[in-house]
């Protein structure tokens, strides 16, 4: 059975920084893509970033770039999110998903249950 | 970036009846369109993949249609468990990845 389990969110003043974990199993970790997608309270799914299954190529919204990077420990089966120059409009519900293959076009088909990320002073 | 747009925003109807979703995308994006169901404090549910294929363990009330800019979910008969929003995903261009704005499936 595919587990995603998001860990690491919490509260950060802004400007701050935090990083998420995704501990993933049932599944050959390095053989798929891994994304993050967040949800603002109340708001709709926005897609964060991605990455290779063997880690070589990522991926970014505009909206991170150059604050946020992804990263992958195939040997620990984690996907990893390290979010820095945190802003209000960060605060969300992020969560990690598996792609169907390999690939970082893939359909995401299964979401962990996410971790919550504040951003307050 | 490929917008979605999702309508209508909210779906009013009664367990039973035919629910029918609908997904408009700015630009063709083939069928690379997945639909997702999420219930409150819940992480989304995959359903359809590719338009018309439905996710492992999907029940077969849940159909997907459309290519090119026009999708379609079709829930033939709801049941209480399916009120809950809906979000259609574009991976034709990419990235971004984009979702539509979610359409919210009420009881009446």
């Known amino acids: 059975e595919v587990q995603l389990v998001e860990s690491g969110g919490g509260l950060v003043q802004p400007g701050g920084s935090l990083r998420l974990s995704c501990a993933a199993s049932?599944?050959?970790?390095?053989?798929?893509?891994m994304s993050w997608v967040r949800q603002a309270p109340g708001k709709g799914l926005e897609w964060v970033s991605s990455?290779?299954?063997?880690?070589?190529?990522?991926y970014y919204a505009d909206s991170v770039k150059g604050r946020f990077t992804i990263s992958r420990d195939n040997s620990k089966n984690t996907l990893y999110l390290q979010m820095n120059s945190l802003r209000a409009e960060d605060m969300a519900v992020y969560y990690c998903?598996?792609?169907?293959?390999?690939?970082?076009?893939?359909?995401?088909?299964?979401w962990g249950q996410g971790t919550l990320v504040t951003v307050s002073s | 970036e490929i917008v979605l747009t999702q309508s209508p925003a909210t779906l009013s109807l009664s367990p039973g009846e035919r629910a029918t979703l609908s997904c408009r995308a700015s630009?063709?994006?083939?069928?690379?369109v997945a639909w997702y169901q999420q219930k409150l404090g819940q992480a989304p549910r995959l359903l359809i993949y590719?338009?018309?294929n439905r996710a492992t363990g999907i029940p077969a009330r849940f159909s997907g249609s459309g290519s090119g800019t026009d999708f379609t979910l079709t829930i033939s008969s709801l049941e209480p468990e399916d009120f809950a929003v809906y979000y259609c995903q574009q991976r034709s261009n990419w990235p971004p990845i984009t979702f539509g704005q979610g359409t919210r499936l009420e009881i009446k």
């Open positions: 998903a598996k792609a169907d293959s390999s690939a970082v076009t893939a359909t995401l088909g299964y």
């Open positions: 990455i290779t299954g063997r880690g070589a190529s990522t």
């Open positions: 590719d338009a018309s």
């Open positions: 049932g599944f050959t970790f390095t053989s798929y893509a």
């Open positions: 630009q063709s994006v083939s069928s690379y």
